[in-house]
């Protein structure tokens, strides 16, 4: 409530699996020169207990996402099926790209991808979300593959696959080792990920990765973004960001003569596609 209450359009949750999950052991999170670097291992209640907290929320207006994983492919279905009971919940996002987590390999291998969307499809009608991993070759081959089994969006991205290492002990920082490349450091990467699925998918784009201030946005709507996420500079900054980001994108919009935000999405490719045709 607070988030939403700070100006946020919506809330989505840290990823819920099928049973309680501590997470890696410490130091789980580590900075780096432009962002982040964390191995927290998918901490979470798991599901009866979420359900549980989720139900004491008295406003169910609150647009809630829920980020759901699964230890199998099945998990996903049953999580998605018991959340799809809840009012609160308005769309249910599949984590199939935590770089240091096994889940990572579902969204590297498009057979996984379709299997794992397919089982959720039939488990529920919520909007379904898939979040990719930019840790692929082809990142809009697994969002097309995605969109024929069903998702209704694209999440891009998820965290870039990274190491820290102490230079006095030559260990790694992250009890983990690897870990996930977050902020401003992956923007440029984000921006080419949504930029390259735009041109494959006809469903929406939620971009992510490194969105600071209201001309990061820009930058994704005009990739092919229809909406954002911010995680990271929430950490590094506060709740305030939500207000300023909105409070620079009416400013730009009005500036503009644009009305609605949506005229923004996918700029980019129309006046490259202009541009080739004349
Ligand atoms: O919990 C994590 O370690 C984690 C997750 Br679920 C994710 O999706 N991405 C990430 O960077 N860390």
């Given at each position: 409530?607070r988030?939403?209450?700070?100006?946020?359009?919506a809330v989505?949750?840290?990823?819920?699996?099928?049973r309680?999950?501590?997470?890696?052991k410490?130091?789980?999170?580590?900075?780096?020169?432009?962002?982040?670097?964390?191995?927290m291992g998918?901490?979470n209640?798991?599901?009866?207990?979420?359900i549980?907290e989720l139900?004491?929320i008295?406003?169910?207006?609150?647009?809630l996402?829920?980020?759901?994983?699964g230890?199998?492919?099945?998990?996903?279905?049953?999580?998605?099926e018991?959340?799809?009971?809840?009012?609160?919940?308005k769309?249910?996002e599949l984590?199939?790209?935590c770089?240091?987590?096994?889940?990572?390999q579902i969204?590297q291998?498009?057979e996984?991808?379709?299997?794992v969307?397919?089982?959720?499809r039939k488990?529920?009608?919520?909007p379904?979300?898939?979040?990719?991993t930019?840790?692929?070759?082809n990142i809009s081959?697994i969002?097309?593959?995605?969109?024929r089994?069903?998702a209704?969006a694209?999440t891009?991205?998820?965290?870039?696959?990274?190491i820290?290492i102490?230079?006095?002990?030559?260990?790694p920082?992250?009890s983990?080792?690897?870990?996930g490349?977050?902020?401003?450091?992956i923007?440029p990467?984000?921006?080419?990920?949504v930029?390259?699925?735009?041109?494959?998918?006809?469903?929406?784009?939620?971009g992510?990765g490194?969105?600071?201030?209201w001309?990061?946005?820009?930058?994704?709507?005009?990739?092919?973004a229809s909406a954002?996420?911010?995680?990271?500079?929430?950490?590094?900054e506060?709740?305030?960001?939500?207000?300023?980001?909105?409070?620079?994108?009416l400013?730009?919009?009005?500036k503009?003569?644009i009305?609605?935000?949506?005229?923004?999405t996918?700029?980019?490719?129309k006046?490259?596609?202009?541009?080739?045709e004349?």
């Amino acid at each position: 409530m607070r988030v939403y209450n700070s100006g946020a359009g919506a809330v989505i949750s840290k990823s819920i699996g099928i049973r309680p999950r501590e997470g890696n052991k410490n130091p789980v999170v580590v900075g780096a020169d432009c962002g982040l670097i964390n191995a927290m291992g998918l901490p979470n209640p798991g599901i009866d207990n979420f359900i549980d907290e989720l139900k004491q929320i008295k406003n169910t207006e609150l647009p809630l996402i829920m980020s759901i994983f699964g230890d199998t492919e099945d998990d996903f279905g049953i999580i998605a099926e018991r959340l799809s009971e809840l009012k609160i919940v308005k769309a249910i996002e599949l984590n199939i790209s935590c770089p240091h987590s096994k889940i990572s390999q579902i969204g590297q291998d498009p057979e996984l991808t379709e299997k794992v969307v397919k089982i959720v499809r039939k488990s529920t009608n919520l909007p379904i979300f898939v979040k990719l991993t930019p840790n692929v070759t082809n990142i809009s081959k697994i969002a097309q593959v995605a969109e024929r089994a069903g998702a209704d969006a694209i999440t891009a991205i998820n965290t870039v696959k990274a190491i820290a290492i102490d230079i006095e002990t030559g260990f790694p920082i992250l009890s983990n080792i690897y870990g996930g490349l977050s902020g401003p450091a992956i923007k440029p990467i984000a921006i080419r990920a949504v930029f390259d699925i735009y041109k494959k998918v006809k469903i929406p784009i939620i971009g992510v990765g490194g969105i600071f201030n209201w001309k990061d946005v820009i930058e994704f709507f005009y990739a092919g973004a229809s909406a954002v996420q911010i995680g990271t500079a929430i950490i590094k900054e506060d709740l305030n960001i939500f207000n300023k980001i909105n409070y620079g994108l009416l400013r730009f919009l009005e500036k503009k003569n644009i009305f609605n935000i949506k005229e923004l999405t996918g700029y980019t490719h129309k006046i490259l596609n202009k541009n080739l045709e004349m």
